[in-house]
């Protein structure tokens, strides 16, 4: 029992080393979503809390995201949801695309779907009251051209 104890430690500390490359590009103010759409203050700070951890090429990482395998966990998950929107690449979406992402982003918000539950759970500052919810979907709405 020991020894499984001890070979348990070994491989969990040996996982440590192996960190993916971490989700922290220099922010380019020229092709972020939030800049080109010149959000009020008000928005920013929503979209900025709920929403850039994943859909942005610069991440907050909490602590426990430097412990393997969360790490793992949480890289993959970044790409994920970094495919299917990066706000910090809103320059080069083509109008069709972009106007595309808004409908989704409200469609996302009105369903409670985004930020996810799991995220929210962990991060107080990422949960919106209904009011917030209802004044971030009409202005992704509002974007769209
Ligand atoms: C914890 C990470 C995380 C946060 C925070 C987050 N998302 Fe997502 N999001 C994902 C992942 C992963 C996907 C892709 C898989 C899926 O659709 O569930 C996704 C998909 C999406 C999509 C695309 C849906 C589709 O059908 O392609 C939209 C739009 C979206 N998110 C909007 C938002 C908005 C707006 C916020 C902030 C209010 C937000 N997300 C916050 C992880 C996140």
């Not at 490359?21 to 809390?49: Q, W």
């Not at 998950?77 to 495919?83: C, L, M, P, R, S």
Request: with cysteine; charged share 25%; glycine share 2%.
């Amino acid at each position: 029992m020991k020894k499984v104890l001890i070979i348990i430690l070994i491989v969990f500390s040996l996982i440590q080393f192996l960190r993916g490359e971490k989700n922290e590009a220099t922010f380019i103010v020229g092709n972020d979503f939030l800049e080109l759409t010149m959000a009020p203050e008000e928005i920013k700070t929503m979209v900025k809390s709920a929403c850039y951890d994943c859909h942005s090429n610069k991440t907050n990482y909490p602590w426990y995201s430097e412990i393997a395998p969360i790490s793992w966990f949480i890289e993959h998950h970044i790409n994920e949801a970094k495919h299917h929107l990066n706000f910090s690449e809103w320059s080069t979406y083509t109008l069709k695309k972009a106007n595309h992402k808004l409908e989704e982003c409200y469609e996302e918000l009105e369903r409670h779907k985004m930020p996810t539950s799991g995220y929210a759970l962990m991060h107080k500052e990422a949960r919106l009251t209904n009011e917030q919810i209802i004044t971030l979907a009409q202005w992704f709405k509002n974007q769209m051209r």
